[in-house]
């Protein structure tokens, strides 16, 4: 559907937010050179409807709002108490990358999530249209302003299949970016981490390369483990809170937190509770400025100073690094406290090559967990 940002602007849409997918990327890509769109890329998914929300007001024209289909629930809260017709009665399509399609295969929690995306539209009362490559322009003009004149909000439902052109090929004139004056090469700096880390620890990894990474990692050391390892292969942004979650249970375990920039970026006041639970946490973020994993589109990190927000918020030790000389030392330091301790490391992008995937259910790695800080599975105990 090589025509998808035209057939908006020719609705009227001339702003357009959210946050980057890779079923999207091609349409990402065309919507950053077009002429009579401005886009912006959001923190979060709820954050990009309420400043569509504001800009359709003020402008007077209709906005779009483009996600994965995961991203869903970060913004049900906005689409139903902002665009309402009860409410404000402002008008809005949702483009939407639809991961986990019934009939697809796909990672385990795209999975669930694509079996239940019409569903969540339909409780919106929105009906989308499908999207695909063979889909026309007219038809994607007429559903939306159809949808906007019956007072609902427009949906497309957009399939991977849905773009000629690989996503791959496409990833690759995004706007990519590793703009710091001076960063760590990722390789080094994931490794150093890893390799950083004390017997017996627990490590929760991040949505995106970083959980993969960490399994490439341990592959390589013939499934060496002397950390236990719960990939958060889903629930952006929430990774923190879920190793925090785990450390203030067990103080007596070192539990670490690899999170990437747009994860820490989609959530990141909610860490201001994190350092009040106490426990031997260390949240370390590699920020490399961009969405990596689709698309390598940018984040707003470059302007931020991630461990100074991380000060603000009460961590009890803060510290960023932006070069090798200093990498060692500093998680020497991370791995030496026994208060909640957070580090930025300012990296390059990713250059592992090819990544691996889980290869065993996601259940196996919350038993190797409990078998580590021993523990029977919750489901056994339950009354």
Same mark, same amino acid.
């Given at each position: 559907?090589?025509?998808?940002?035209?057939?908006?602007?020719?609705?009227?849409?001339?702003?357009?937010?959210?946050?980057?997918?890779? &079923?999207?990327?091609?349409?990402?890509?065309?919507?950053?050179?077009?002429?009579?769109?401005?886009?912006?890329?959001?923190?979060?998914?709820?954050?990009?409807?309420?400043?569509?929300?504001?800009?359709?007001?003020?402008?007077?024209?209709?906005?779009?709002?483009?996600?994965?289909?995961?991203?869903?629930?970060?913004?049900?809260?906005?689409? /139903?108490?902002?665009?309402?017709?009860?409410?404000?009665?402002?008008?809005?399509?949702?483009?939407?990358?639809?991961?986990?399609?019934?009939?697809?295969?796909?990672?385990?929690?795209?999975?669930?999530?694509?079996?239940?995306?019409?569903?969540?539209?339909?409780?919106?009362?929105?009906?989308?249209?499908?999207?695909? &490559? #063979?889909?026309?322009?007219?038809?994607?003009? *007429?559903?939306?302003? +159809?949808?906007?004149?019956?007072?609902?909000?427009?949906?497309?439902?957009?399939?991977?299949?849905?773009?000629?052109?690989?996503?791959?090929?496409?990833?690759?004139? !995004?706007?990519?970016?590793?703009? =710091? +004056?001076?960063?760590?090469?990722r390789v080094v700096a994931v490794t150093a981490i890893l390799e950083s880390i004390r017997e017996g620890s627990v490590v929760f990894s991040s949505t995106g390369y970083t959980a993969r990474e960490v399994m490439l990692f341990e592959s390589?050391?013939?499934?060496?483990? *002397?950390?236990?390892?719960?990939?958060? /292969?889903?629930?952006?942004?929430?990774?923190?809170?879920?190793?925090?979650?785990?450390?203030?249970?067990?103080?007596?375990?070192?539990?670490? @937190?690899?999170?990437?920039?747009?994860?820490?970026?989609?959530?990141?006041?909610?860490? !201001? /509770?994190?350092?009040?639970?106490?426990?031997? =946490?260390?949240?370390?973020?590699?920020?490399?400025?961009?969405?990596?994993?689709?698309?390598?589109?940018?984040?707003?990190?470059?302007?931020?100073?991630?461990?100074?927000?991380?000060?603000?918020?009460?961590? !009890?030790?803060?510290? #960023?690094?932006?070069?090798?000389?200093?990498?060692?030392? &500093?998680?020497?330091?991370?791995?030496?406290?026994?208060?909640? !301790?957070?580090?930025?490391?300012? @990296?390059?992008?990713?250059?592992?090559?090819?990544?691996?995937?889980?290869?065993?259910?996601?259940?196996?790695?919350?038993?190797?967990?409990?078998?580590?800080?021993?523990?029977?599975?919750?489901?056994?105990?339950?009354?």
């Amino acid at each position: 559907m090589a025509v998808l940002v035209d057939a908006l602007s020719a609705v009227g849409i001339d702003y357009i937010s959210g946050v980057p997918d890779s &079923a999207l990327i091609p349409f990402i890509v065309e919507l950053n050179d077009h002429p009579n769109i401005v886009h912006q890329i959001a923190a979060c998914e709820g954050s990009a409807v309420a400043m569509a929300a504001g800009r359709s007001m003020a402008s007077k024209q209709p906005s779009g709002v483009y996600m994965q289909n995961s991203g869903l629930p970060n913004a049900l809260n906005p689409l /139903v108490s902002m665009f309402s017709p009860i409410v404000y009665d402002i008008p809005l399509t949702l483009i939407v990358g639809w991961r986990g399609e019934p009939g697809t295969k796909d990672e385990p929690q795209h999975m669930v999530m694509g079996r239940i995306t019409e569903s969540m539209l339909d409780l919106l009362g929105i009906d989308p249209l499908i999207v695909d &490559a #063979r889909t026309a322009q007219d038809r994607v003009r *007429r559903h939306i302003l +159809e949808s906007h004149q019956k007072r609902r909000h427009a949906a497309l439902l957009v399939r991977r299949s849905a773009f000629v052109a690989p996503r791959e090929t496409a990833a690759e004139t !995004a706007p990519c970016i590793s703009n =710091f +004056e001076e960063s760590v090469d990722r390789v080094v700096a994931v490794t150093a981490i890893l390799e950083s880390i004390r017997e017996g620890s627990v490590v929760f990894s991040s949505t995106g390369y970083t959980a993969r990474e960490v399994m490439l990692f341990e592959s390589e050391r013939g499934g060496e483990r *002397r950390f236990t390892h719960i990939p958060c /292969v889903g629930g952006m942004g929430f990774a923190s809170s879920f190793a925090a979650g785990a450390s203030g249970a067990d103080g007596s375990r070192d539990v670490y @937190c690899i999170d990437g920039d747009g994860a820490f970026l989609m959530h990141g006041i909610s860490n !201001a /509770v994190i350092p009040g639970q106490g426990g031997r =946490f260390k949240h370390i973020v590699l920020n490399n400025g961009c969405h990596n994993s689709v698309g390598g589109f940018p984040t707003c990190s470059a302007s931020a100073d991630l461990a100074k927000i991380a000060e603000g918020m009460g961590y !009890a030790w803060c510290k #960023r690094v932006t070069n090798e000389r200093y990498l060692k030392s &500093a998680l020497e330091e991370v791995a030496s406290h026994t208060v909640p !301790a957070f580090f930025e490391i300012r @990296c390059g992008l990713q250059s592992f090559g090819k990544l691996p995937r889980p290869d065993r259910p996601l259940s196996d790695y919350k038993n190797d967990f409990l078998a580590t800080v021993g523990v029977r599975d919750h489901r056994d105990t339950v009354p």
